[in-house]
């Protein structure tokens, strides 16, 4: 009874209507939850206060309207820069390597998702790989997650039982305690429910890091408790971030990650990571600071790492980075639980990438700066002279965090010294150390912000003469013109933006050259951000594509197209699913000769790989687009090289040979390639006089060819040879395996392993560390082909046998011999998890393909689960425990942060004694009960709460003696972690 009658006291203090018996009514029984307070009540009771302190300080009103109004701003600016016309219709979307990502998702919708699996074999790409294992599955999850629904006639009611229920857990005692459990549910069942098309469905998920990303920069600012206006500029810092471009040369700014660009590119999943790591290190900081929000913060940690791997190390280190700059035991104890638990989350894609990684393709990235001596100064990466200012301007922020004891502005010092020295020191490795860069971009744009604000605040205050009450003309002023200066800078040079605002001309500059000079009003600009050229190009799809050159396709038109845009594409497509479905062909893999002026004419140079989406997997691409994901990528770009006028050559190190249509024809035959499509005149030619190539079918400038003896199960001439010195991984295997690729005479397979009755053989491959420097001696000297050479490889004839019923499915291979116990060669990448039925192995032989030893003369192989997929999906059962857990149990108690002595010093230079309040000397990054705490609708919550150390809170006073900080964005009835 007395704690009742002290809230209803200290309600009545504070000027709200909540009488003892409305606190009688809310006390714990047995019936109800602690702390359950009834919807209608909590959303008086925030309207309340917000009205009141707006009412009694207008200037909390204006601050927050600028906040919001920056947020939506620059959401407004990427929003048009994606073209929204096309961004929002049906067209297919293409461009870099966004165009083949679309294969993803929807694989998962008809062949993983209803096998209850999250990764599996595909037959589509690379003769086969495993899709997921070894690239991010959560993104295209969120495209499945989009697209799927019920039925137009059943949705609304599922939409508003969903809705009936989320109201329910609030609204009623006995499901309080469940709320943020079925909120959650909840909102998954209506995303799930409602049906959106498959193109606009991926659309949006490409962007919806981009458009997230100011707000997400805004809540990490607001959560460490900086003082307007710096979560409003950390709002604004971010459009700095997402459509800077550096560096420049090569343009390697356009495919590093996080950034518009990157994102058009087809790096959208680094993106989304990289905001959901903006969310989660605001939730560890408030968490930190409060013992709170343990399961959010680990499902954020989880997601982001999920959606992209690289991001969620910068995102460990700043964890780190968090403690080591505030440490304490609660604070300890928060991170020992909430870590772990985001681990075990991530563990059912995590393990079998770590536990599998020896069959991860290495591209050979090379390390910035070149070593051919183009920029070779680390500065130009580190230091770019186009974002000097923003440079300064970020170190002034670093001091000010140091002054101001700001948590996060150090972390995020730390995060970009720390970027500077692994991108110096890192050595030549799979990470590529020009992926470190994106956080050090977003790491700068931040600190400028908070520089900027403190600034602005540091003048506001010598205005006021009051360091805890900045003179708000001034800072709202200053702000605004910050962030509009933002705005000006970012959207000024963006070619197609505001174009009845923004005059564009055509300027004639000193040295002769015409370039585009953007301007309004006084502000102009010479520079051209091509960001919309990117979206456009991406979102008006394959269907807005056109012959090039322009009106080369018209009747009478003399001028030869180097691409026939949408309608040759569209027509090459109908023709290779003509030749899958006709019963004299069949369905079957395609090695298309590589034409990047005409493939790209199409949209990207990875149109073709579209091949199995548009004929329902009939027709598989060779070539595909996670190039990592594959041990056969190798393979499949020298046999490129052998069959394309102009190849690729994309992965750095390998022994590409000149064009050669023996050998291409040869390596298709083995890697079980049925159809090659030519476009070159030059390659027709070849493939007109070749004997196991027969023209088939006509489109447009593409030759379609069978291939004879491609089969996908064979016999083999010869018994394979084990060959020992190297291992499986692929830094082991690729050397010799390249160098029997290119072999003129390969009739013996080299294996990995085999039964003791194969002959052995030793391998003596170039030492790693002695590979360049022989590479360049072999250059000197006009040497060409493989720098490895193949050990001898004795001849086991073996007997003749016939192969025959072969059938493919998605995951499955089975097929006749005539006699068992002949090995015989199965032409798809080598993996363990495959598995025989009536035969031995699979072994693993070069290329990358396999050899099973028939014990009856039917065999049958399946892609199935080994115990590292299942305990690896154990361990996320387990996390998912552990995160039930997390949300069900108390906060932590945490020690308060300490007074910084150097901001009090500062604040001391600008106060003025007679205009300054006693009562509030703490600083508003140290006390949660300042007047600016950095936020006008947290302040308004927080501050009388604090004057009288009492809780308005029923549970928190009724359940502990403590008073923890209250959190505006919190229930006022929590005080479990959910």
Known sequence: MADLEVQADLASDQGTDVTETELREQEPTPETTAGFVRLDALVAQHWRRYADAWGGEPGRAVE??????????????????????????????????????????????DHLLPHGRLSGWTPDWYSGFPAYQFYMVVPSLFVVALHVGLPVLLAPFVVLGALAATVSAWWFARLYRWRWLLTVAMAVVIVLTIPVPYNQAFKLVTASGLLAMPFACWFLARSARLAFPIPALAAASSLIFIFNQQPLYNNTGNIIGGNFTSTMAGEFAFSISLTLSILYLGVAVRGLRTGRHRALAAGLFALAGLCHLIPAFFVLACTVSLFLV????????????????????????????????????????????????????????????????????????????????????????????????????????????ARLLPFMFLSVSLLAAIGLGELIRVVGAAAAGNSQRPLRPVT???????????????????????????????VTLADGQTVTQSSLWRWKTTYLNPALGWSGNNYTGLEGKTAVPAGC?????????????????????????????????????????????????????MALMMLPYFTNGCIASQEGLYFESSATVPYHFLMQAELSTRGSTPQRDLPYPGFDMDAGVRHMQLLGVRYYMASTQNAVDQANRHPDLTAIAVSGPWHIYQVSDAATVAPLLNEPVVTTGIDETQHGWLPIASAWFRSSDASVNIAATGP????????????AHDRNIVKWVRDQLGATGPIDQLPSLPQTELEAVE??????????????????????????????????????????????????????????????RTPIDLGASALTILGLVGLVMLARRPQIEVAPEKQPWLSMMLDSLVDIPAVVDPTTTEHPSQSSGSVDSGDPLADTATDKVEESDVALEPDVALESDVVQEPDVESDLGARSDD
């Open 803 to 864: 192969v025959s019923n072969i059938e493919q499915g998605t995951n499955t291979i089975s097929f006749d011999v005539s006699k068992p116990g002949v090995p015989v060669l199965v032409k798809t990448s080598y993996f363990p998890n495959w598995k025989v039925s009536g035969g031995s192995g699979p072994y693993r032989v070069t290329p990358n393909l396999m050899v099973v030893i028939p014990t009856d003369t039917h065999v049958s192989m399946d892609f199935g």
């Open 756 to 767: 003791k009755d194969w002959k052995r053989v030793e391998a003596r491959p170039v030492p």
């Open 64 to 109: 927050a309207f600028v906040s919001a109004a920056t947020i939506l701003a620059c959401t407004a600016v990427i929003f048009g820069a994606l073209n929204p016309g096309d961004f929002l219709s049906s067209t297919t979307p293409t461009g870099g390597d966004m165009g083949s990502h679309l294969w993803g998702p929807r694989f998962l919708i």
């Open 326 to 433: 505030s440490p304490g035991k609660g604070r300890l104890r928060w991170l020992a639980t909430t870590v772990p638990v985001a681990g075990l989350l991530t563990a059912f894609w995590v393990v079998p990438f770590a536990l599998r990684s020896e069959y991860v393709n290495d591209m050979g990235w090379e390390r910035l700066p070149f070593a051919t001596g183009e920029h070779t100064s680390v500065w130009y990466y580190l230091m770019p002279g186009g974002l000097r200012y923003l440079f300064f301007m970020a170190l002034l922020g670093v001091i000010f965090s140091v002054i101001r004891m700001y948590r996060v502005g150090l972390v995020l010092a730390i995060a970009w010294m720390s970027v500077w020295a692994a991108f110096i020191w890192l050595p030549q490795i799979r990470l590529w150390n």
């Open 476 to 506: 709202v002023t200053a702000c605004v013109a910050a962030v509009a200066f933002t705005l000006l800078y970012v959207v000024l040079p963006m070619n197609g933006m505001l174009s009845g605002v923004i005059t564009r001309e055509a």
């Open 553 to 605: 396709d018209e009747p009478g038109s003399e001028v030869a197209c180097t691409s026939g845009g949408f309608k040759e594409y569209k027509a090459v497509i109908a023709t290779m699913s003509g030749i899958g479905q006709d019963d004299r062909f069949g369905c079957g893999r395609a090695m298309w000769e590589y034409d990047g002026d005409r493939i790209g004419g199409y949209g990207t140079p």
